[in-house]
Nanobody
Framework: QVQLVESGGGLVQPGGSLRLSCAAS????????LAWFRQAPGKEREGLAC????????HYDDRAKGRFTISKDNAKNTLYLQIDTLKPEDTAVYYC?????????????????WGQGTQVTVSS
């Protein structure tokens, strides 16, 4: 059974950093395209970054370039999202997602499996 569990969210001051984790079970990361999304209240879920299942390359949405870094640790079967220089507008629930397809995807409808989300709040 495929399962994704996020952790690492919390309350952070503007300018701070966080590393979100997504522990995967029931599948091997290398066989799946992986991504991080976020959803703020009243807004649509938006794709931030993904890792291709073809070649392991990372891809970023324009809004995530420069401050967000996606990575994975195959030995730990865990996906990560490092967020630096946090801003109040980064406040959202952050989700990891996976799909067993070749390629790299940043649209939510492409993904079959989702975690429950972890809340990130950026405020002074």
């Amino acid at each position: 059974q495929v399962q994704l569990v996020e952790s690492g969210g919390g309350l952070v001051q503007p300018g701070g950093s966080l590393r979100l984790s997504c522990a995967a079970s029931g599948f091997t990361l290398d066989d799946y395209a992986l991504a991080w999304f976020r959803q703020a209240p009243g807004k649509e879920r938006e794709g931030l970054a993904c890792i291709s299942s073809d070649d392991g390359r990372t891809h970023y949405d324009d809004r995530a370039k420069g401050r967000f870094t996606i990575s994975k640790d195959n030995a730990k079967n865990t996906l990560y999202l490092q967020i630096d220089t946090l801003k109040p507008e980064d406040t959202a629930v952050y989700y990891c997602a996976a799909v067993r397809r070749l390629g790299a995807f940043l649209m939510a409808y492409e993904y079959d499996y989702w975690g429950q989300g972890t809340q990130v709040t950026v405020s002074s």
